[in-house]
């Protein structure tokens, strides 16, 4: 896969009261974008973790926060074991509105102790509790993190509400014929304003995004669905087959059909419930442990 490829989590993106929690073995991901926030715990072993070009590591014991619309990549060099949980924003939504437009120096700290056995009980494992004990454990970790992290101003402060807005209306609406004049006159901005944000806020133009957008739409109706290849690409919003197929093939080194049956196996491992334990990534395949 190239490694200019980001990947755009769709489903971490819009549902509104959602909260994903996956278990992983030797972690790796390639970079990924996504509008909720994400929490990751490590339990035994240690992770490497790219945000925003910034390199991190996790180690035993310690939470890391990536917060929403950060560029984020995993890697693990010898062995780890993590929790990762990706939430709607509506659980820390005070604390995501003030954090928009800043960055911690370092996104890794330490729970102090009754935090962290508020997360192992509540969140770690079993079934999730009601929202209100949910929001409270996440917003303590969220408190943990800014006594421990200080920030930096990661953009003009004025520009992150315009991009959260042209990125709400771009996943909304990818299926449709967009372009970067259509979108700016949506949101109420100079069609070079918005391209200048573009490039400082993701560091890719639209069309590059727009494609983002699509890929990862497709990718995920690829292992989640038995829709069709000509049916995903049209609900995707690429214009024809043989356009979606190259997209695909100079992105994922791979044609949609192709990467539906060598991925298969991992069309669970992206969202999985409880009951379907623990998830191992052996030579970057996820296999679903059963209980």
């Known amino acids: 896969m190239k490694d200019r490829l980001i990947i755009y989590q769709t489903e971490n993106s819009t549902t509104q009261t959602d909260i994903d929690r996956r278990y992983y073995l030797n972690f790796c991901f390639e970079k990924n974008i996504h509008a909720h926030p994400e929490f990751i715990y490590v339990t035994n072993g240690e992770v490497e973790i790219d945000i925003d070009g910034s390199q991190m590591t996790i180690g035993e014991d310690q939470f890391c926060i990536v917060l929403p619309w950060q560029i984020h990549s995993f890697y693990t060099p010898k062995?780890?074991?993590?929790?990762?949980?990706?939430?709607?924003?509506?659980?820390?939504?005070?604390?995501?509105k003030?954090?928009?437009?800043?960055?911690?120096?370092?996104?890794?700290?330490?729970?102090?102790?009754?935090i962290r056995d508020m997360f192992l009980k509540y969140l770690y494992e079993g079934p999730f509790p009601d929202e209100y004990i949910i929001s409270a454990t996440l917003l303590s970790l969220c408190h943990c993190f800014l006594q421990q992290c200080p920030l930096d101003q990661?953009?003009?402060g004025k520009k992150v509400?315009?991009?959260?807005?042209?990125?709400?209306?771009?996943?909304?609406?990818?299926?449709?014929?967009?372009?970067l004049r259509t979108v700016s006159n949506v949101v109420g901005y100079s069609y070079s304003h918005i391209s200048h944000l573009f490039s400082d806020f993701v560091g890719m133009s639209f069309p590059q995004f727009l494609n983002m957008t699509r890929l990862g739409h497709a990718?995920?109706?690829?292992?989640?669905?038995?829709?069709?290849?000509?049916?995903?690409?049209?609900e995707s919003g690429f214009p024809s087959t043989r356009c979606f197929n190259r997209v695909f093939r100079d992105n994922f080194g791979m044609s949609p059909t192709e990467y539906r049956f060598h991925y298969s196996?991992?069309?669970?491992?992206?969202?999985?419930?409880?009951?379907?334990?623990?998830?191992?990534?052996?030579?970057?395949?996820?296999?679903?442990?059963?209980?």
């Open 265 to 291: 196996i991992q069309k669970d491992a992206e969202k999985i419930s409880i009951d379907e334990g623990m998830v191992q990534l052996d030579s970057g395949i996820p296999v679903i442990l059963k209980k």
């Open 154 to 156: 990661a953009l003009d």
């Open 219 to 234: 990718r995920y109706q690829l292992l989640h669905t038995g829709h069709s290849v000509t049916d995903i690409c049209f």
């Open 79 to 96: 062995y780890s074991r993590i929790v990762v949980l990706v939430v709607s924003s509506y659980y820390v939504d005070n604390f995501v």
């Open 161 to 179: 509400p315009i991009m959260l807005n042209v990125m709400d209306y771009i996943t909304k609406n990818h299926a449709a014929k967009l372009s």
């Open 98 to 114: 003030n954090l928009a437009g800043w960055r911690g120096k370092n996104q890794v700290f330490r729970a102090e102790a009754p």
